[in-house]
């Protein structure tokens, strides 16, 4: 109940069952002294014996959390707390098989090692843990049991396992099956880390598709929490996009960090030019070396959809104040689009910060494709077919713009996969990386009825701002300004259950293309309200 799955499944953890200081122990047993903290189901032997708690507290948590996933069913079954206290002590988890589920033994093992009652013989940590746990599984996972040369017991585990994209950027989450940026990894790292008065800005800048948001977020960002740079382990890091109120959008990325979140930030962001700066300051611990890395992503918002100049021009004022001043324990990332950089110059210090604080972001080269394609594959045990992998990387290599479509074309493919291979012929059947997108897009356009199709053609005009002089730029629109929708061809009866009727069809059209990833989810940072973007 506390894990929280978002639209791309990934977990989060929304509430622990302990919090210690681990380094200092005087303020440890400030509450519920003298008693069990953690949920019976769930505790580990040693806060049950009240013995000092280190982090393999938590891996046992996880390794029963792991066993009721798999069975659908806790290991120990209590049920009163005694019970539960004594079965937590004494006795090991019970063999997988007996609750009906078919998986290696060895899945058993990294289970066992898990919840041993010594927290000296579990695993050091969650990433031992987690490569253990695919190795063990992975037999059954991508069908190379002797029993069936397909796996079908997994034949529909889907996006679960799709280590692909889409059309969405990679995130932080995805860094694992994030590769071919390494040197520009490293480019970014250097630039950051080498003293100067402008070493806290960066901008990142490319053609759209060129896949520089994925490389700020699974890229850049992981190494930086990795201790990419001194000290950065300790940094807190947020991201945020400008949206048409870019201060509402930061404050709401700032209180995601706070310490002690103020109750006016807005008020404190948008307070003359040394706004920021001070809400930054505000919201990070009083130790005076904590850091806090923004990135920016699509910071040309910041120019398309802000209507207020006098609001853009505030919040470019009190970045830039907030990178220059000497003290400052900001550091700012932006992406941009490439057809967008002639934006920024239009303010002096903006652009001068721009002038010699970007990198551009090339297309990859066949050595950085061929890793793209095939080490997130190879992760999972699996192989593409001989002549595959030169085939895609002939299709894109040079092009342009082209990642999107690449990572597309590669989940779909994926979703066609062989037993534990990708082939040739799946490939083709697509339509190769070019023809995969339209071919789904134009599947789901031509299973709607007229109206339907002309429902759809007012969806998507509504989710892009024309450009003027350059590319068209998506538009995140609230939902409820897609259910006002009307067709050009049809009057609308404005009697309730017609209008709910339609209102009903246009939300089933949206999920529609949602459910193969040409739309993307989200929610306004000042109201929650739903949003929908291309």
Not at 403 to 413: I, N, R
Request: glycine share 8%; hydrophobic share 40%.
């Amino acid at each position: 109940a506390n894990i929280l799955l978002d639209e791309d499944e990934n977990g989060y953890l929304a509430d622990f069952g302990i919090a210690k200081n681990l380094g200092s122990p005087d303020l440890d047993g400030q509450t519920a002294v003298g008693g069990i903290v953690g949920s019976h189901a769930y505790i580990s032997p040693e806060q049950i014996l009240s013995v000092p708690i280190r982090p393999q507290a938590d891996i046992y948590c996880l390794g029963i959390m792991l066993y009721e996933m798999l069975t659908g069913n806790k290991p120990f079954q209590g049920p009163t707390p005694v019970e539960f206290v004594m079965q937590h002590i004494n006795d090991p988890l019970p063999l997988l098989a007996t609750q009906g589920v078919e998986l290696p033994v060895a899945v058993d093992k990294v289970l066992n090692r898990a919840t041993a009652k010594k927290s000296s013989e579990r695993f050091a940590d969650v990433p031992e843990l987690l490569p253990a746990l695919r190795q063990a599984i992975a037999p059954a996972l991508v069908g190379k049991t002797a029993v069936s040369p397909t796996p079908e017991p997994f034949a529909n585990l889907g996006d679960l396992d799709n280590p692909f994209r889409g059309l969405r950027a990679f995130t932080e989450a995805d860094a694992d099956n994030f590769f071919g940026r390494d040197s520009l990894v490293q480019e970014m790292l250097t630039n950051l880390g080498v003293p100067s008065d402008l070493s806290r800005f960066l901008a990142v800048v490319g053609p759209s598709g060129s896949g520089k948001s994925s490389v700020v977020k699974a890229g850049l960002l992981p190494t930086v929490r990795r201790g990419g740079l001194p000290g950065s382990e300790n940094w807190f890091m947020v991201e945020m996009t400008p949206s048409s109120h870019p201060f509402e959008e930061l404050e709401a990325a700032l209180l995601r960090v706070a310490i002690n979140p103020p109750d006016a930030l807005l008020g404190q962001l948008q307070d003359g030019n040394r706004g920021i700066l001070r809400a930054v300051r505000r919201v990070l611990p009083d130790d005076g070396q904590t850091e806090l890395l923004l990135v920016v992503d699509q910071f040309e918002e910041l120019f398309t959809l802000v209507a207020d100049e006098e609001e853009r021009e505030a919040f470019i004022e009190g970045l830039v104040t907030a990178v220059l001043d000497p003290k400052s324990r900001l550091r700012v990332v932006v992406t941009l689009r490439a057809d967008f950089t002639d934006r920024p110059l239009q303010y002096a210090d903006l652009g001068e910060l721009m002038r010699q604080r970007t990198l551009f972001v090339l297309t990859l080269s066949p050595d950085e494709l061929e890793d793209a394609i095939s080490r997130p594959i190879s992760n999972l045990g699996m192989s593409l077919e001989p002549g595959l992998l030169a085939t895609i990387v002939q299709e894109v290599a040079g092009e342009p713009g082209m990642l999107p479509l690449l990572q597309y074309g590669l989940t779909e493919l994926f979703e066609r996969r062989m037993g534990n291979r990708l082939t040739l012929a799946a490939y083709q059947e697509l339509g190769g990386v070019t023809g995969a997108l339209a071919r789904r897009a134009d599947e789901i356009y031509d299973q709607l009825d007229e109206v339907g199709q002309e429902t759809a053609r007012q969806l998507f005009l509504r989710l892009v701002t024309l450009g003027e002089g350059v590319e068209d730029t998506r538009r995140r629109v609230l939902q409820t300004e897609l259910a006002s929708i009307q067709s050009t061809n049809r009057p609308i009866n404005k009697s309730t259950n017609e209008k709910l009727t339609i209102v009903n069809r246009q939300l089933s059209i949206v999920n529609l293309f949602g459910k193969y990833r040409l739309l993307t989810f989200d929610h306004d940072p000042a109201t929650r309200t739903p949003t929908v973007e291309v």
